[in-house]
């Protein structure tokens, strides 16, 4: 059997479902949604602390303090791991095209490949603003790329995401091998949330009540059930990387690193004080955002004991490991979350509302809190009545972060709405305005571009 390469490798339907399969598995790698990911989202925000034990987690704790540099190695993580994801989604949406095979499987597996370089590019442009724009394969040669503006990013994010919406079946039309791939409702979904973020409140409100309308999603009716094992991929799922307890691949040390700190992990990313301090009185999602020492994890295996290196008796519930995983959870399962349709829900009640459409809005945020409620006494979460367009700003803002507390979601909503510097300082963290709100260009890049590339300001 002949070598692989770039040359001679995209010939076949199966050449092109393998390139594929390649860029979905660097969404559970380490740099792009582990030890890094979780400190520039949650750590970073007033959500979470550092957590494990004080000495530990150097590289994290520049996070919880603000005081990353271009040297930063969670920087340059998050760096290579999300371009590295971009390059493979360049390849197949390059070069699957030209491959004699099923159309409308090759039209598929084009429009996934769309859906996650625009996921990629997504974050990125959030945590760094303008960036190289990198659309085709680079040849070794083509390391002087200097960086598109925001308006560039958004506009690329957006036409994949359009393109990918078009072609992309809809979750129920997947069969059941295909679970986890990217849907017609995930690409409209995420198109939700990226006109959200540039403030396009009538396109938000389109694409989300596109995926409301859809039919397709439903609110799970137990919340705590969403963040377990036998939760995953439920109805209110609408995208989320898949992960397994496995020797042989596919698994994350997402949960092994906020594990149970020794026995189930490492302890990072604590839920604050302030989180914890912030949700209204009853809210069950509270119970089941924050596990707590001596409490029983969700699927009654086993009990979080305390013991000498627990520093921090609280954990990340929604990242908890069960007692099945080997080990410490190195191999472990747990699919991340990251596009729920409580999610989508609450987007539409915001643009609605900054539209004038209050009444409208009310709808769907109160959607959402019916289903915390449960069957608790109506006292517990009040149905919201307010049509006032400022309050009813701020008790969505709320609700988002009771909703999605610990879901990686916390730092973007800051930085999208303006308040990150005001949230900062007030919780006593070291934020510079006109410097945090963007992340520094690893310095490694900007040395490799031959100057190309230049540093955002303040660092």
């Known amino acids: ?34 030890f890094a990911y979780i400190a520039l989202t949650d750590i970073i925000s007033d959500d979470a602390d550092k957590g494990s034990t004080p000495s530990d987690g150097a590289p994290v704790l520049v996070a919880d303090e603000f005081t990353f540099d271009p040297g930063s190695l969670i920087i340059d993580d998050s760096w290579q791991g999300y371009y590295r994801g971009v390059k493979r989604a360049n390849w197949v949406i390059s070069r699957v095209p030209e491959i004699d095979m099923d159309a409308a499987l090759r039209d598929r597996i084009v429009g ?12 990125m442009v959030r945590w760094w603003g303008a960036l190289p724009l990198i659309l085709e394969p680079l040849n070794r040669e083509d390391i002087a790329i200097p960086r598109s503006s925001d308006d560039q990013i958004y506009a690329s994010i957006i036409q994949d995401l359009t393109d990918a919406a078009e072609v992309l079946p809809l979750r129920s039309k997947y069969a059941r091998a295909d679970l986890g791939r990217a849907t017609k409702g995930a690409a409209q979904g995420l198109l939700a949330k990226v006109y959200l973020t540039i403030k396009d409140y009538p396109s938000a409100a389109e694409w989300a009540l596109k995926v409301i309308n859809s039919g397709e999603y439903t609110l799970a009716e137990n919340y ?20 397994k307890s496995s020797l042989d691949g596919g698994w994350t040390q997402f949960g092994q690193v906020q594990g149970i700190r020794p026995t189930k992990g490492w302890g990072f990313n604590r839920p604050s004080d302030n989180l914890v301090s912030s949700y209204e009185p009853g809210d069950p999602r509270l119970q089941a955002t924050v596990l707590y020492v ?6 009654g295996s086993y009990v979080v004991e305390d013991n000498p290196e627990m520093f921090n008796e609280r954990y990340n519930q929604k990242a908890w490991l069960p007692d099945s995983e080997r080990g410490n959870g190195r191999e472990g399962g747990g699919n991340i979350r990251v596009l729920r349709y409580a999610d989508v829900l609450l987007m539409a009640a915001e643009a609605l509302n900054e539209m004038g459409q209050s009444s409208e809005a009310l709808t769907y945020l109160n959607m959402v809190r019916d289903r915390a409620r449960g069957n608790l006494p ?34 973007f909503d ?3 709405t303006g308040r990150a510097e005001s949230v900062m300082k007030s919780v006593g963290k070291n934020f510079q305005s006109g410097k945090h709100e963007l ?9 490799l571009s031959a100057g190309a590339v230049d540093q955002n300001p303040g660092y």
């Open 112 to 123: 996934e490949a769309k859906f996650l370089r625009a996921y990629f590019y997504f974050k």
């Open 378 to 411: 109506p006292q517990i979460l009040r149905r919201i009545e307010t049509a006032d367009q400022s309050q009813l700003r701020e008790i969505i803002w709320k609700e988002r972060r009771a909703e999605l507390a610990m879901e990686q979601h916390r730092w």
């Open 1 to 34: 059997m002949g070598l692989l390469t770039s040359d001679n490798f995209f010939e076949t339907g199966e050449h092109a479902i393998q390139a594929l399969n390649a860029t979905y598995e660097m969404l559970p790698d380490f740099r792009t949604h582990v």
């Open 224 to 243: 705590a059930r969403i963040f377990t094992v036998a939760g995953e991929n439920g109805p209110g799922s609408i995208f989320e990387i898949q992960a």
């Open 439 to 447: 992340l520094p260009i690893p310095q490694s890049e900007i040395d």
């Open 414 to 416: 800051l930085l999208r």
């Open 294 to 299: 001596g409490e029983v994890v969700p699927d």
